[in-house]
């Protein structure tokens, strides 16, 4: 019989190969097996494999420590293309005098008021003063605006928003973060993964602390000043000597640094000190939401009251 002779070179020994298919997603058990019969070097061929996932994948986020992240984001009106751009541009035009038609910066931001209770507000700064807006996103108005000189300004505080240490809200938070975890668990069935659910860590996660995972800036008048019992305890009252502000829930969700720029408050911070005058004190530390029972802005908080969004067929 004749011999066959097929691809000339040196001859190879090579005894046997196995394909293994197990389900890994980035294919990686496969690519090993398929490697390891043909001679590549394995780990070669994994760090090849890493830098070209790190250069198209971005890095991931921590989600433990995102706010919000029990709302879908896309139901907020101000979700949609181009409509936080045009609640802008009118109170641009209807709120800014000629005297003062010099713009620093617009933002998009979360106000949480004496009382815990978070709103969705649009804000801008001017060189001369900042305006807070209740902007209606439904029907594109403006629904009511505070004005306040910068020259009136004393005091600035950027920091991270904690509640005092006898507070019962970070704890109430945690019980309902749990609770809502729980539940979503269970209604998809996941019996068999219930006891390592999410949400029973919740119970005891960082909700149960005195942080709310959350930086922010506070503005204040008062000079010092203590806030009278009467307003303190008023939770109709309006006339209080400092705004706080946090992100907006959007600023979190949002993937390009262009499109956070206008829902991050870091902006508003780093614009405004260049603008107080000489006499502010501006200073970094904690910020105190004094909030001790909570349960009402639990509520309004948990279901995003303040903030404009579709809600079944009732919008608000």
């Known amino acids: 019989m004749d011999e066959t002779y097929f691809d000339e070179g040196p001859a190879g020994n090579f005894e046997t190969a196995t394909l293994e298919i197990t389900k890994d997603l980035d294919g990686n058990e496969f690519n090993n097996s398929v490697s390891a019969a043909s001679g590549v070097d394995v780990d070669k061929r994994n760090r090849e494999n890493e830098g070209n996932i790190s250069n198209q994948v971005p890095t991931s986020k921590d989600i433990s420590t995102i706010p919000f992240k029990h709302i879908d984001i896309h139901s907020f009106f101000t979700d949609r293309n181009e409509v936080v751009e045009r609640a802008l541009k009118d109170c641009h035009d209807s709120l800014i005098n ?7 910066g617009s933002w998009l931001l979360t106000e949480i008021s004496l009382w815990d209770i978070e709103k969705e507000r649009l804000v801008v700064l001017t060189k001369t003063a900042l305006y807070s807006i209740k ?3 439904i029907s594109l108005k403006i629904l009511e605006y505070n004005r306040i000189p910068l020259t009136q300004i004393d005091t600035l505080i950027s920091g ?3 509640y005092p240490s006898s507070s019962l809200a970070p704890r109430l938070n945690g019980l309902a973060e749990g609770m809502s975890s729980i539940v979503n668990c269970a209604v998809r069935q996941e019996w068999s993964t219930l006891t390592s659910c999410t949400g029973l860590a919740q ?3 960082s909700y149960c602390f005195r942080k709310r995972q959350m930086s922010g800036i506070r503005l204040m008048w008062n000079k010092g000043n203590p806030l009278s019992l009467i307003k303190k305890w008023n939770p109709f009252a309006k006339d209080i000597p400092w705004l706080t502000y946090t992100s907006h829930p959007l600023f979190w969700y949002k993937g390009s640094e262009a499109e956070r720029a206008k829902f991050d408050i870091e902006g508003l911070c780093s614009m405004i000190k260049g603008l107080l005058t000489t006499e502010c004190n501006i200073k970094t530390g904690l910020i105190i939401i004094e909030n001790y029972i909570g349960v009402g802005a639990l509520v309004h908080n948990r279901n995003a009251l303040g903030f404009f969004k579709i809600r079944g067929k009732i919008s608000f």
Not at 98 to 104: A, L, M, P, R, S
């Open 135 to 137: 902007y209606d996103f």
């Open 98 to 104: 000629e005297e003062e038609k010099d713009i620093v």
């Open 160 to 162: 991270e928003l904690v």
């Open 203 to 205: 119970f005891e996660s």
